[in-house]
């Protein structure tokens, strides 16, 4: 199976609308409106098989040394092919070239995350996050994700 990862450009943004939007409805990811995804394209990767979008990523910098794996989804049907795993590696690549030392997740799913590398963290451990961005989220006071980290090397 021929998997690319690439950087996303305007014509994938109604694709990663939809992907987000099928997603956030059943609580498992936050929808992105179309605007906010042009707003932060250049932080998009997705994954294509065949010439169709069969999922996508973005890498979000919050301090000199932190960043954070978002909005990373592959369709229904295209799991455990190695979509996830590929974008996150290419979102890991981008962090680096940036000069981030780790990248955080939110996540329902901390296995595929454990499998990359990721350890789970006291959500307290993300101060960064959780003052900067989490304040303005509605679950705030109910959070139920799980915080994982990584450290990056330098390969
Ligand atoms: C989580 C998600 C992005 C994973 O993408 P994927 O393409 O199915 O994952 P991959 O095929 O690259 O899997 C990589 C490894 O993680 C494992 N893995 C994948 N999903 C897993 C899960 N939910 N729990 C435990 N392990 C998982 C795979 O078995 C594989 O392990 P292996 O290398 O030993 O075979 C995808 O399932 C998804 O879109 N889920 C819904 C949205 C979501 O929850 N996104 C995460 C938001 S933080």
């Given at each position: 199976?021929?998997?690319?990862?690439?950087?996303?450009?305007?014509?994938?943004?109604?694709?990663?609308?939809?992907?987000?939007?099928?997603?956030?409805?059943?609580?498992?990811l936050l929808a992105r409106s179309t605007d906010e995804i042009c707003e932060h394209l250049?932080n998009f990767v997705v994954a294509e098989r065949e010439g169709a979008v069969r999922g996508?990523?973005?890498?979000?910098?919050?301090?000199?040394?932190?960043?954070?794996?978002?909005?990373?989804?592959?369709?229904?049907?295209?799991?455990?092919?190695?979509?996830?795993?590929?974008?996150?590696?290419?979102l890991e690549i981008k962090a680096r070239r940036l000069g981030l030392t780790r990248l955080?997740?939110?996540?329902?799913?901390?296995?595929?995350?454990?499998?990359?590398?990721?350890?789970?963290?006291?959500?307290?451990?993300?101060?960064?996050?959780?003052?900067?961005?989490?304040?303005?989220?509605?679950?705030?006071?109910?959070?139920?994700?799980?915080?994982?980290?990584?450290?990056?090397?330098?390969?």
């Amino acid at each position: 199976m021929s998997i690319s990862i690439r950087p996303a450009t305007t014509a994938d943004v109604e694709a990663i609308h939809v992907l987000l939007g099928d997603y956030a409805s059943e609580g498992q990811l936050l929808a992105r409106s179309t605007d906010e995804i042009c707003e932060h394209l250049s932080n998009f990767v997705v994954a294509e098989r065949e010439g169709a979008v069969r999922g996508c990523g973005s890498l979000e910098v919050f301090t000199e040394d932190l960043g954070e794996v978002r909005s990373l989804a592959v369709r229904p049907g295209e799991h455990g092919h190695g979509h996830g795993r590929l974008m996150v590696q290419e979102l890991e690549i981008k962090a680096r070239r940036l000069g981030l030392t780790r990248l955080m997740a939110l996540t329902y799913v901390p296995g595929f995350f454990r499998k990359l590398g990721y350890r789970i963290v006291a959500m307290e451990a993300l101060p960064e996050k959780v003052f900067g961005v989490c304040v303005t989220c509605p679950k705030f006071d109910h959070c139920d994700e799980i915080a994982m980290e990584k450290q990056l090397g330098s390969s």
